[in-house]
């Protein structure tokens, strides 16, 4: 660490953002207009540090669940309705049909429980699906293609949790304005759910009721603004500051962080080489991320042309959040934010490919990213307490709860990760070399090109996309041996580094043009040939369909990673 930098991490005061977790622990912000007012508490707070603050008004699309029940007879079971699902005030009465999905508890992916084979198996149409899990965009979306008329998903637990059911990302184009499942769900607790299983079996009939607000809304995107002293490329760090109800853990904790990150990167701005960007969004909850892919669409154009990397900040700073793994980056960003957490905090990462969720808004703008759960807490005190999975908080199951109170953030654990994300901006705002290790991506690249072809066998070929990879590792590794004796201009080399970030990043996380975005389901790693996995299982007449596609999508690959191998072999020359 350098002696700026120590300085840095010695200015960090806790007063002001730990009042802000406090004041939001009293406040919802799940309606429009509390999360504006919300913005104003923060908005208050930057001025009086005297930093200027923007106050976007974003126009976007949000479904916001209200009250949400299930009757049968005289007994009604609360719950929670997803946001994104269909309004059925009045209810939608059907017999029960339970189609088996069982608890991905320590699962890689909690979300993704939806068993289409059991679901194939079972006639659901017109029926109210019961089913485990989440009530989640895989879960609902097919049940409803299926027929069912409603979904009732049974939560794992004592409570149940608030989410969202759409896989469309942000406010949905025209061309996804019906992309939304068309039915009403509701989330359950376990007890109720086994009781309304229990009913399924014996083939009764509920009311699923739910209220559900729908509509665009202005709402506020505070953005502080810092300019570098030398390049107009500046850093993005960003949280959404919207919640369900309180939401202390997720995502009070990040907002704060994002406060205290603008306090003491304003109070340095003469030391920065680039700029910072700092952002909270509205719209994450009940918009799937609506207020940054907002700020993707207005300023994708200059984001393109200058964001040197995406920060993202969501659920820092919970109690028991000891360790930082499952931490979420693209993967020429890992080596950079290992060095940051053990600088910062002399702790390793474990990092794993970034999710398509959170507010990653930005990867078919090809921009590399870090972060998004930060801190978590040990497998071993997870079991311990009888945890779930669940999608922040630090694996507190309090998550997405009426529970996801004071009591859930912890304020020295929150200092420890706000000195993580003071770090990581600052040296990447003031790094002489961006810090982009792309010799990681295209290791990633190989592997799963290696795992792909082991799974297509004789039934597609993905030599020409490997020979690609292997050439871009041959020069990328040349360009490293010169960036360490510091032999390349700067400005020529950051260049090149995030021209590779706007073509490598897409090819590896999306499937839709630079400008589109892709839904929140699971990306799997070079996706335009990921179907290669799938050949041996289908018969000769489908896979002749799906080897076309694969040609087209190894065209892709080909073609994206030799002009990346041209981009740097003009740098070397
Ligand atoms: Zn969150």
Redesign the pocket.
């Known amino acids: 660490m350098t002696d700026a930098e120590r300085r840095l991490l010695d200015a960090i005061d806790m007063t002001v953002p730990w009042e802000l977790v406090e004041t939001f622990a009293q406040h919802p912000r799940v309606h429009p207009r509390d999360v504006n007012a919300a913005a104003e508490m923060i908005a208050e707070r930057l001025r009086a540090h005297g930093i200027p603050v923007l106050m976007h008004e974003a126009s976007i699309f949000l479904t916001i669940p209200h009250h949400a029940e299930v009757r049968a007879g005289d007994v009604t079971f609360g719950g929670k309705a997803p946001a994104g699902c269909a309004d059925a005030k009045d209810g939608v009465t059907a017999p029960l049909v339970y189609v088996p999905a069982g608890f991905a508890i320590g699962s890689e992916d909690v979300f993704d429980t939806f068993d289409a084979k059991a679901a194939a198996r079972t006639d659901v149409t017109g029926k109210i699906a019961i089913t485990e899990g989440f009530a989640s965009p895989a879960t609902v979306t097919n049940l409803a293609r299926l027929g069912a008329a409603a979904v009732i998903a049974i939560n794992p637990g004592a409570d149940s949790h608030w989410g969202t059911c759409t896989s469309v990302w942000g406010t949905p184009g025209h061309d996804e304005r019906n992309g939304a499942p068309n039915i009403p769900a509701i989330n359950v607790n376990r007890p109720d759910g086994d009781t309304l299983k229990a009913m399924a079996e014996r083939g009764e009939s509920v009311t699923v009721a739910v209220t559900m607000e729908s509509g665009w809304f202005k709402s506020i995107v505070p953005e502080v603004r810092i300019d570098g002293k030398d390049s107009d490329d500046f850093v993005l760090v960003h949280g959404?500051y919207d919640?369900w109800d309180v939401?202390v853990g997720?995502?009070a904790t990040?907002d704060a962080t994002l406060l205290e990150l603008a306090r003491l990167l304003h109070a340095r701005k003469d030391e920065l080489t680039r700029g910072v960007r700092i952002a909270w969004w509205p719209g994450?909850s009940t918009g799937r991320y609506a207020g940054s892919t907002w700020y993707a669409d207005t300023f994708a154009v200059d984001l393109v042309e200058h964001c040197v990397a995406q920060v993202n900040c969501?659920?820092p700073g919970c109690r028991w959040a000891t360790e930082y793994k499952d931490v979420s980056l693209t993967a020429e960003t890992e080596r950079f934010a290992a060095s940051i957490i053990e600088d910062a905090v002399g702790q390793p990462l474990f990092a794993e490919r970034a999710h398509q969720a959170?507010d990653y808004s930005f990867n078919n703008l090809g921009l590399s990213g870090y972060f998004m759960l930060l801190s978590t807490m040990p497998d071993d005190v997870r079991e311990e307490k009888g945890y779930y999975g669940v999608?922040?908080c630090g694996g507190n199951i309090a998550w997405h709860t009426e529970h996801d109170t004071l009591e859930v953030a912890d304020r020295e654990i929150l200092e420890k990760d706000v000195r993580i994300y003071a770090l990581a901006a600052y040296r990447n705002a003031t790094a002489r070399y961006l810090p982009l290790d792309f010799r990681d991506a295209v290791q990633g690249h190989l592997a799963t090109l290696d795992r792909y072809q082991q799974a297509a066998g004789s039934h597609f070929d993905l030599t020409p996309a490997k020979e690609a990879a292997q050439g871009l590792k041959e020069s990328l590794d040349q360009l490293a041996v010169k960036l360490e004796a510091g032999t390349v201009d700067p400005d020529v080399a950051n260049a090149l580094l995030k021209k590779l970030s706007r073509e490598l990043v897409p090819l590896d996380y999306t499937t839709r043009p630079r400008f589109d975005h892709d839904p929140a389901l699971t990306i799997p790693p070079l996706p335009d040939v990921a179907d290669a996995d799938k050949l041996a299982d289908m018969d000769e007449h489908e896979r002749a369909f799906a080897v076309t596609s694969l040609v087209r999508g190894r065209n892709r690959i080909v073609a994206t990673l030799r002009a990346a191998r041209n981009a740097v072999a003009d740098v070397l020359s």
């Open positions: 959404h919640s939401g997720d995502n990040g994450h969501d659920s959170g999608g922040g």
